[in-house]
């Protein structure tokens, strides 16, 4: 028997089991896929990622990105230099590297096995598999996006909106893309790699529309890529949406599948791994015996994420009704890349700046 099974190898699992055997517990991780799995994803990561880990990252980071261009339906573009570099990876690569580094200390990996149900029976969860049921003592879900885990739980399912996204070898550059208007209440992003460019699209607002992926190889075509419609994958994203419970009886659930990404920018990569540093605490906590340890990672995630995603979700619903008038008078704005920059990397907080940017878009 295990101290905690991990549902899901991706960043916030990784990031538990690291912690967990790191101070000598037992882990499990359970992966669906065949390991290495790519993920469909844009792939930039904020630097401020690292005081959560204690290891060097560099070996997993393709390229660091710091220019950035916008265009409004492919054109009135824009670029900016901006003082705060994001890391850009290829998620095979950085999820893999973040496993291993698990592994090094002592954490366990089974990729090819898929979770069919739980049980918790005698202050014991028995996690049924496609292979032989595995049992622990606590419980991390981090299966993602539309994963089965928050629902077995008995928790808030999370709400999804839709996503695609594209690798291409065909173009090459060192600027993040950013694209508004081409979808409606959503936008179009392209980040560099060392080998080409992965581009992602997402409906931010609710919206699914049906011709989501032509929308984004039409854009690859235009910038230069030789892709189909084909080359793109669907995936869907779970944006936070209000604080939520993520304990259950010695279960905690983590990232995409505690609807932990930005719902202004989409970023996810972080608070996933932010989150599964904190369920690491609370569960090692938890194992020696500290009875509110689990309701307090709840607390947390609640007080030092969602506070300021509360800021996060009243700029979103504000740039996405009136995208084209906060293109003009905030999007082109120099200072403006420079405070969301900072803010993605972690110097900034959304609250520092929302009311000044509410305040631009009072006019429209």
Not at 177 to 200: E, M, Q
Not at 252 to 262: N, T
Not at 265 to 291: N, Q, V, W, Y
């Amino acid at each position: 028997m295990f101290d905690c099974i991990i549902v899901g190898a991706g960043p916030a699992g990784s990031t538990a089991a690291y912690h967990l055997a790191k101070h000598g517990r037992s882990v499990l991780v359970l992966e669906k896929a065949s390991w290495p799995r790519n993920k469909p994803c844009g792939g930039g990561v904020s630097p401020a990622i690292a005081q959560w880990l204690d290891f060097d990252l560099t070996p997993a980071i393709s390229m660091k990105a710091n220019k950035i261009s916008y265009t409004w339906k492919m054109a009135d573009a824009v670029q900016v230099q901006v003082d705060s570099p994001m890391w850009m990876v290829q998620r095979d690569v950085f999820d893999d590297f973040l496993i291993k580094q698990a592994q090094k200390v002592g954490a366990q990996l089974r990729d090819s096995t898929e979770v069919k149900g739980i049980e918790f029976k005698n202050s014991i969860w028995e996690v049924k598999t496609n292979s032989e049921p595995v049992c622990g003592r606590y419980l991390i879900a981090a299966d993602g996006a539309g994963g089965p885990m928050t629902k077995w739980l008995g928790l808030k399912e999370p709400k999804l909106c839709l996503s695609a996204s594209l690798e291409t070898r065909s173009i090459k550059g060192d600027s993040l893309n950013f694209d508004f208007g081409t979808i409606k209440k959503g936008f179009i992003w392209s980040f560099p790699k060392a080998d080409g460019y992965s581009l992602s699209i997402a409906a931010m607002r609710g919206d699914k529309p049906k011709d989501l992926k032509k929308i984004l190889a039409d854009y690859a075509t235009k910038c230069g890529a030789d892709v189909s419609v084909s080359n793109v994958r669907e995936h869907a994203l779970c944006l936070w949406d209000g604080d939520r419970q993520l304990h259950s009886q010695n279960a905690l659930i983590v990232g995409e599948a505690a609807s932990l990404v930005d719902p202004l920018t989409g970023e996810g990569i972080r608070p996933a791994i932010f989150s599964g540093f904190k369920a690491a605490g609370a569960i090692d906590r938890a194992l020696s015996g500290a009875g509110d340890a689990l309701e307090q990672y709840t607390q947390a995630i609640a007080e030092e994420w969602g506070t300021d995603m509360v800021w996060a979700s009243r700029l979103a619903r504000a740039f996405y009704q009136f995208t084209g008038s906060a293109y003009r008078v905030g999007v082109k704005s120099p200072s403006a890349t420079q405070l969301m920059s900072k803010i993605l990397c972690g110097e900034l907080r959304y609250a520092d700046i929302a009311n000044r940017a509410l305040k631009k878009l009072m006019p429209f």
